[in-house]
C-alpha cells in the first residue's frame, strides 16, 4: 500500500449529486407516469439577488457554490428527448442543467436484439420479459461534473435509488451539449 488517495472522478461533484438526488426525491413524491421535467441549474445567491420574493420557496440559501434547479414548465409532448435537447442553448448564467424522464429499460447485454426501427424497438421494449420501468434524473455542470440518479418501479424505496456520474452517459453528453458556447 502505497498510502496514495485514488484519483477523484473529475465528473463527480458532491453538491451537484445532492441536488440530483433532491430533484429525484421530489419527482419521486408526484410518483410514477409523469411528464419529463427539465430543469436550469442556477447559482442561489444569483437567483436570489436577482428575485429576492423568491427567498422563502428556495429556503433562503445564498450560500457560495449554492444551487437551485428552476423548473423550465410544460415541455413539448411530440418532441423527442434528442429533439427537445438539441433545440436549447442555456444562457451564461445558468451553469447547468437537470432532466427528469421515465423510461423503458433493459438489461445491456439484451440491448443487442433492440430492433434499429423506433415504432418496433419501442413494442419490443414494452414486450420484454426483462424490461424496468426506471425514472432518469441527469444533471450536468459547464465544468463537466455529472451526475445521475436512477429509480426502478420495481424497487420504489429511497434505499434503492442508484447513483454514479455516467449512469446514462448518453443522456448526460446530450445535456452537456446545451450547455456549450
Same mark, same amino acid.
Not at 451537484?16 to 409523469?34: F, I, K, P, S, Y
Not at 423550465?72 to 423527442?80: K, N, V, W
Not at 426506471?134 to 420504489?156: E, K, Q, T, Y
Given at each position: 500500500?502505497?498510502?496514495?488517495?485514488?484519483?477523484?472522478?473529475?465528473?463527480?461533484?458532491?453538491?451537484?449529486?445532492?441536488?440530483?438526488?433532491?430533484?429525484?426525491?421530489?419527482?419521486?413524491q408526484a410518483?410514477?407516469?409523469?411528464?419529463t421535467?427539465?430543469?436550469?441549474?442556477?447559482?442561489?445567491?444569483?437567483l436570489?439577488?436577482?428575485?429576492?420574493?423568491?427567498?422563502?420557496?428556495?429556503?433562503?440559501s445564498?450560500?457560495?457554490?449554492?444551487?437551485?434547479?428552476?423548473?423550465?414548465?410544460?415541455?413539448?409532448?411530440?418532441?423527442?428527448?434528442?429533439?427537445l435537447?438539441?433545440?436549447?442553448a442555456?444562457?451564461?448564467?445558468?451553469?447547468?442543467?437537470?432532466?427528469c424522464?421515465? #423510461?423503458?429499460? *433493459?438489461?445491456?447485454? +439484451?440491448?443487442?436484439?433492440?430492433?434499429?426501427d423506433?415504432?418496433? @424497438? /419501442? !413494442?419490443?421494449? $414494452?414486450?420484454?420479459?426483462? #424490461?424496468?420501468? *426506471?425514472?432518469?434524473? +441527469?444533471?450536468?455542470?459547464?465544468?463537466?461534473?455529472?451526475s445521475? @440518479? /436512477? !429509480?426502478?418501479? $420495481?424497487?420504489?424505496?429511497?434505499?434503492?435509488?442508484?447513483?454514479?456520474?455516467?449512469?446514462?452517459?448518453?443522456?448526460?453528453?446530450?445535456?452537456? @451539449?446545451?450547455?456549450s458556447?
Amino acid at each position: 500500500m502505497t498510502g496514495l488517495a485514488e484519483p477523484a472522478n473529475p465528473r463527480a461533484n458532491r453538491r451537484l449529486d445532492a441536488l440530483t438526488l433532491d430533484v429525484e426525491r421530489h419527482a419521486a413524491q408526484a410518483g410514477w407516469d409523469q411528464p419529463t421535467r427539465l430543469y436550469a441549474l442556477v447559482e442561489t445567491a444569483d437567483l436570489l439577488r436577482r428575485e429576492p420574493q423568491l427567498a422563502e420557496q428556495v429556503g433562503g440559501s445564498d450560500e457560495p457554490g449554492g444551487l437551485t434547479p428552476v423548473d423550465q414548465g410544460d415541455l413539448p409532448e411530440h418532441a423527442s428527448i434528442e429533439e427537445l435537447l438539441g433545440g436549447i442553448a442555456w444562457p451564461p448564467e445558468v451553469l447547468g442543467s437537470a432532466l427528469c424522464v421515465e #423510461r423503458l429499460m *433493459v438489461p445491456p447485454d +439484451a440491448e443487442k436484439d433492440m430492433p434499429q426501427d423506433e415504432p418496433d @424497438a /419501442l !413494442r419490443w421494449l $414494452a414486450e420484454h420479459p426483462q #424490461r424496468q420501468e *426506471v425514472r432518469i434524473v +441527469a444533471s450536468v455542470l459547464r465544468d463537466g461534473s455529472r451526475s445521475c @440518479a /436512477l !429509480r426502478m418501479r $420495481a424497487h420504489d424505496d429511497e434505499t434503492s435509488v442508484l447513483t454514479g456520474p455516467d449512469l446514462v452517459p448518453g443522456l448526460s453528453a446530450a445535456l452537456a @451539449a446545451t450547455l456549450s458556447d
